[in-house]
């Protein structure tokens, strides 16, 4: 049985396909320890390379994303940057145990979550993993320390930037597009990304409203998915309305179809009362970009998302408004109907909310000190 096992271990080792060049060296044997096989690769420190990024803040995010995965331990996870080509290049790294028969498995059944999208064993000193360690903890220190510029008062064009990429990260990360069926949703594009951002931006100025705050309404409902929702929920009425889909018809009463639609998950009733809102609304609309103005007459099975954006704006105005600006009850009528608060909802909205405002508030600060070092960097070479 021993002799089973021995060469099904150095089956695994030798087979298992890797972009690693492992050299010519000769190749480590089989051996147990405390009753274990061992099948070590010929490195001192073994990692697993699982993502690479072009901008830090995307970086930083699947960084912190990984290291709060259950079955992942904080410290295995890395992050480092180096220059190619002139631009800088981020890695995201892994440290594992020196054992194919357990390293393998280990980033397979990660890879079949889609908590990564594939890895590429690396074999480093153990100098080399300090280094990286090291360089770990600065990226971390640096997204803690206490920042000086509010979120509602960042730069117009660096909370642009820096929402895009929150918005890709948290459609990525929604269990529906990382799921294994072939029907399964794909996350935002960069483009989708950059007009939603845009969108949310732009509708958040024109109604007031906390940024932070829309943009956790966004994550909670739907993870900035135009996905239908709520299929098979459905209303009673005293009677139909126009384009109503009605299902059953009870003593003078009409049940009808209210399933939700697009990134804000708004449901056909709520559609016609956030229309209603909006043709007795007195702001000026020509202040808001065109894409984002609604149509004269009411489109129920509407796919504008930039319209949607806006229909949810008007609602949560004037749910705000009908609370007097308590946001955990506006927020919690958006989910739940201004008679029924659902302020369980409104807590999740908010610890969104609060991570959002904190990293983007945090990337804009590092930015700013990485570009306050590089001109100190210029002036004191020009001196010398």
Not at 188 to 196: M, P
Not at 251 to 266: A, E, P, T
Not at 309 to 318: F, I
Not at 350 to 359: G, K, L, T, W
Request: aromatic residues 10%; hydrophobic residues 40%; neutral net charge.
């Amino acid at each position: 049985m021993g002799a089973l096992l021995c060469a099904s271990g150095w089956i695994t080792f030798r087979t298992w396909p890797r972009k690693i060049s492992l050299g010519t060296g000769p190749y480590p044997s089989v051996h147990f320890d405390h009753g274990n096989m061992v099948v070590p690769f010929p490195t001192e420190t073994l990692l697993a390379e699982v993502g690479r990024f072009d901008d830090e803040l995307s970086a930083y995010l699947w960084f912190d994303y990984l290291r709060s995965r259950p079955g992942i331990e904080g410290s295995q996870v890395l992050l480092t940057v180096a220059e190619r080509e002139g631009a800088p290049l981020y890695r995201i790294e892994m440290v594992l145990p020196n054992n194919a028969l357990v390293a393998i498995p280990f980033l397979a059944q990660l890879e079949a979550k889609a908590f990564i999208e594939g890895f590429e064993l690396v074999f480093a000193t153990s100098q080399g993993a300090e280094r990286r360690r090291e360089q770990t903890n600065l990226f971390v220190a640096a997204y803690k320390r206490p920042v000086e510029k509010e979120f509602k008062l960042l730069p117009r064009k660096q909370l642009l930037r820096s929402t895009v990429h929150f918005l890709v990260f948290k459609s990525r990360t929604d269990p529906r597009v990382r799921g294994r069926d072939e029907s399964r949703p794909s996350s935002l594009s960069h483009e989708q990304a950059t007009e939603l951002a845009a969108d949310i931006v732009a509708v958040a100025e024109f109604y007031d409203l906390p940024l932070d705050v829309f943009l956790g309404i966004g994550a909670m409902e739907n993870n900035y998915l135009s996905i239908r929702g709520d299929l098979n929920h459905a209303v009673w009425k005293r009677k139909a309305a126009k384009d109503d889909i009605i299902l059953k018809r009870r003593r003078g009463r009409v049940l009808v179809s209210n399933y939700s639609i697009g990134v804000w998950q708004i449901t056909r009733e709520t559609l016609r009362y956030a229309h209603a809102l909006y043709l007795t609304d007195k702001r000026d609309y020509s202040q808001l970009p065109e894409r984002l103005r609604p149509p004269p007459t009411l489109e129920l099975d509407l796919t504008n998302s930039h319209v949607l954006t806006a229909y949810a704006g008007l609602l949560l105005r004037d749910l705000l408004d009908h609370f007097n600006g308590d946001v955990d009850k506006a927020v919690g009528a958006y989910n739940g109907g201004p008679r029924n608060p659902n302020l369980q909802y409104a807590a999740g909205v908010e610890a969104v909310a609060a991570y959002a405002r904190n990293i983007l508030e945090r990337v804009t600060a590092v930015n700013e000190q990485a570009a306050t070092d590089t001109l100190e960097r210029g002036v004191n070479t020009k001196k010398e």
